[in-house]
């Protein structure tokens, strides 16, 4: 399944020892599961030009993929050309029971050098990364057009300690900053957010 994605989700063009000390920091304290019970998502370094044909032959053995791609354009022969592109250069999210052992069968797939891990067994992404690139993706796998905040949208917080409270959008700060309202213990209180931390509804 190939999915498309934008800089929203991180630097493109990540070197594979960058993202791997991201993956060290975020999994740091224990992994997360995965979206179905016993399963987790993790992320497979893959060969050089070989996303497609490691996604054929991963869904072929049943497994789950997850290749983000950003739109990308560039000037080839004086004109302006548009393709996709793995917004993480050189990797391809899989999904497992990592207690089966699958993980064996995904090293060995055709087109994947090897499972990213920082021990023995390979390490688990978070699951809110994963669930953010998915969140902002059609049941076709294609990226919907981001929403532009405005007064008076209500939107759900998605991080912290008042993750999936439902606040009212107050104003967007120069700084790109968005103003909340928020009902707390019968009184309103105002609090200042990123975007990235807010999801409409």
């Known amino acids: ?61 049943g497994f789950r993929t997850l290749l983000p791609l950003e739109e990308e354009t560039r000037q080839r022969n004086g004109k302006f050309v548009t393709a996709d592109r793995p917004l993480f250069p050189g990797y391809i999210f899989v999904a497992f029971d990592a207690a089966r052992g699958l993980w064996r069968q995904v090293n060995s797939t055709y087109g994947i050098t090897r499972l990213v891990s920082f021990g023995r067994e390979p390490t688990a992404v978070p699951l809110d990364l994963v669930s953010q690139i998915m969140l902002r993706c059609d049941a076709d796998g294609k990226l919907l057009p981001p929403k532009v905040l405005k007064p008076g949208d209500q939107v759900a917080l998605t991080k912290g300690p008042f993750a999936n409270f439902v606040a009212e959008v107050e104003k967007i700060a120069p700084d790109r900053r968005v103003w909340v309202l928020m009902e707390i213990m019968g009184g309103q209180k105002r609090v200042a957010l990123g975007a990235d931390q807010l999801r409409t509804i």
């Not at 016993?38 to 054929?56: E, Y």
């Open 1 to 61: 399944m190939f999915i498309k994605a934008s800089h929203q989700f991180g630097k493109p063009g990540l070197q594979v020892l960058e993202f791997e000390r991201y993956m060290g920091a975020t999994t740091e304290g224990g992994a997360m599961t995965g979206h179905e019970r016993g399963t987790s998502w993790f992320l497979a370094q893959l060969k050089p030009n070989c996303a497609r044909i490691a996604d054929k032959h991963l869904t072929r053995q």
